[in-house]
């Protein structure tokens, strides 16, 4: 049987599960006492872990020693994802926290429809990234940022943009062996040619992803499946 995966802020021999963690264990695994576990903090920690006591909401954990588990990819991926309609954006963390994209950023960018993310809805993204890490074995949940505006944006070292005006394919670009990688995708009415031209200027590359017009929501994960089909094994 598959050790279901659990989050705890810190890793310690004994660990008390409450909320959601909690919640999930009890009333969606109902697990009992016995059952083994994996905890893991976020940090690149995990430690094998045994459920002892079940009881008014709260799982109790006996927790073996904490031991790092390398299942990072070697770049740093952040994901500049333009602010999109209804609940994209949920798709694009959760797909590519499985990718492996260490960084979210919604960017509101000229066609964005929507022009701003409530903190309800920010909060749920950031679950919706733990609960990706859960279940694809990260031992880092991805970063999910405050919207920011395509104006605020510091340079790159290596950064791509997809734009379907450009000429350089997605699979001619010589991606570095290690270190951070900065991707970026427009909204569903595209970048302007005012915001490609900035990006440019900060050192993102424009990249073409072949000749059909991809969804707004699909281009951000063809980048990082990109990145980690090359270098994120
Ligand atoms: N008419 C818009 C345009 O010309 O940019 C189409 C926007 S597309 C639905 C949404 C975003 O996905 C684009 O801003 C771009 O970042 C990316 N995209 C979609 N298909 C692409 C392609 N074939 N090549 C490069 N980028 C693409």
Same mark, same amino acid.
């Given at each position: ?7 705890? %802020?810190?890793?310690? &021999?004994?660990?008390? #599960?409450?909320?959601?963690? /909690? ?20 940090? $690149?920690? @995990?430690?094998? !872990?045994?459920?002892?006591?079940? +009881? $008014?909401?709260?799982? %109790? ?5 904490? *031991? ?11 994901? #500049?994802? /333009? ?32 022009? @701003? ?5 920010? +909060? ?6 733990? +609960? !990706?890490?859960?279940?694809? $074995?990260?031992?880092?949940? /991805? ?6 505006? #395509?104006?605020?944006? +510091?340079?790159?070292?290596?950064? #791509?943009?997809?734009? &379907? ?14 270190? !951070?990688?900065?991707? !970026?995708?427009?909204? @569903?009415?595209?970048?302007?040619? /005012? ?9 993102? $590359? ?9 969804? *707004?929501?699909?281009? &951000? ?7 980690? *089909?090359?270098?994120?094994?």
């Amino acid at each position: 049987m598959r050790k279901p995966r659990v989050f705890a %802020r810190r890793i310690t &021999p004994e660990v008390l #599960l409450t909320g959601e963690e /909690a919640h999930h264990l009890i009333n969606v695994l109902r697990v009992r006492p016995g059952r083994e576990v994996i905890v893991f903090d976020g940090s $690149g920690l @995990e430690a094998a !872990a045994r459920v002892q006591r079940v +009881e $008014g909401g709260v799982v %109790r954990l006996a927790v073996g020693p904490p *031991a790092p588990a390398r299942r990072e990819p070697p770049l740093e991926i952040t994901l #500049l994802v /333009a602010l999109l309609k209804g609940d994209k954006l949920a798709d694009v963390v959760r797909a590519g926290s499985e990718l492996g994209v260490s960084r979210f950023v919604p960017l509101v960018t000229e066609r964005s429809v929507p022009r @701003e993310i409530g903190r309800t809805k920010l +909060e749920r993204l950031r679950r919706i990234a733990v +609960e !990706a890490a859960k279940q694809s $074995g990260r031992t880092r949940p /991805a970063l999910v940022e405050e919207p920011r505006r #395509l104006a605020g944006l +510091e340079a790159v070292s290596f950064g #791509l943009l997809a734009d &379907p005006r450009a000429s350089t394919p997605l699979g001619a670009v010589s991606w570095p062996d290690a270190g !951070a990688v900065t991707l !970026a995708s427009g909204p @569903e009415g595209g970048f302007t040619e /005012a915001e490609v031209e900035h990006l440019v200027s900060l050192g993102y $590359g424009p990249v073409y992803l072949g000749p059909r017009i991809l969804r *707004a929501e699909t281009a &951000p994960l063809v980048l990082a499946a990109a990145a980690a *089909a090359v270098r994120g094994l």
